[in-house]
């Protein structure tokens, strides 16, 4: 295959006007490597910080933005055996991290910062570095599950070990707590989720969430958990908030319970008293999405439970600035989705 692709890179400076159109070769597949025909890609917190500067201020640009994909192969390298022409497909977030701990190598693979993301027409992976959209979700819902699928169910699942019965707290209807919540529902667990906006609220209800909290309305929220938790608190937060929602989650959750760390949308500098810290036993957990055998893990489950993520919006290839800052203005209930068909 030959010709033009059409990608959006970031050029000049950081800041959604520095996003621009741009053609590039279409790239030839290595012995080992298998070429996607990008349909969709979904947004994440991260590609906006990555955008605005304030994730990395120091990548190197220019720079093809975002990290997550879900395409058809058209074309593989001749030592690719176990994907065919036809097959759909996402990028793993991190190409190099097949399995087990993250180091900084791993780290150094990701998609839409260090290295060109997927936000273009045509995207080369290596072959160990896809895995199979389920058949049930098209290509705007399986774009969904690479960076918050992942992560939810690494901090859920896989590191935080949620059973049935269980209570979670999500912060916030993005795509990791909203992605929190049908994870939670497929083990038995029983959701508690705050947000800002009624509108949402109601929404969430309808998702057969336990409790849907005003956090306006109660900005001591951890009262209200602990009092829908016959006073012990959480075993699990889902901490997207950052400064702001820090304290509060380290108050609702439980005597050895988890915080997953997973976001900062109110900011990266807390001041915390750290006693319920270290008085109540509580682990803290940053969580930098996961592996391919972790995505794996999560595909069993989705595929199980006809999980399906909430999309919120699908912009056009050629709105991608207008995606961006409707992704930024936390107006979204799910994932914002961008449609290369």
């Known amino acids: 295959m030959w010709g033009a692709m059409r990608a959006v890179s970031l050029q000049g400076g950081f800041g959604f006007e520095h ?56 074309a593989r390298g001749e030592q690719v055996s176990e994907w065919a022409e036809g097959d759909r497909v996402c990028p793993i977030f991190a190409g190099l991290w097949q399995g087990g701990p993250l180091s900084r190598p791993l780290q150094r693979s990701s998609l839409g910062g260090p290295l060109d993301g997927t936000l273009r027409e045509y995207f080369v992976a290596d072959a160990s570095a896809v895995v199979r959209a389920p058949a049930h979700l098209d290509s705007i819902e399986a774009a969904c599950l690479p ?85 012990e608190g959480a075993q699990h937060v889902l901490e997207v908030g950052g400064a702001q929602t820090l304290q509060q989650s380290l108050k609702a959750v439980r005597m050895g319970g988890t915080i997953s760390v997973i976001g900062v949308l109110s900011g990266a500098l807390a001041e915390l008293d750290l006693r319920p810290l270290l008085m109540q036993d509580v682990r ?37 600035r207008a995606a961006f800052e409707y992704a930024a203005s936390g107006q979204q209930f799910g994932k914002v989705v961008i449609s290369l068909e």
């Open 19 to 74: 996003l621009a159109f741009e053609d590039r070769p279409i790239p030839v597949c290595g012995p080992r490597q298998v070429l996607l025909r990008v349909r969709a890609v979904s947004l994440n917190a991260r590609d906006v910080m990555m955008v605005t500067g304030s994730y990395n201020p120091r990548q190197p640009l220019p720079l093809v933005v975002c990290s997550d994909a879900a395409g058809e192969i058209v």
């Open 147 to 231: 960076c918050a699928g992942v992560t939810a169910f690494r901090a859920l699942i896989e590191l935080g070990q949620l059973g049935a019965g269980e209570h979670v707290v999500c912060i916030g209807t993005g795509g990791v707590s909203t992605f929190g919540v049908r994870i939670a529902h497929a083990v038995g667990a029983r959701v508690i989720l705050t947000s800002r906006s009624a509108t949402k609220l109601a929404r969430a209800s309808s998702l057969g969430v336990e409790a849907a909290i005003d956090v306006t309305r109660d900005p001591e929220w951890s009262k209200a958990v602990r009092a829908l938790t016959s006073g």
């Open 284 to 320: 803290v957990q940053g969580v930098f999405v996961g592996s391919r055998q972790t995505f794996s893990k999560l595909l069993e489950l989705v595929t199980a439970h006809a999980i399906r993520p909430d999309v919120d919006r699908v912009f056009p290839f050629s709105e991608t």
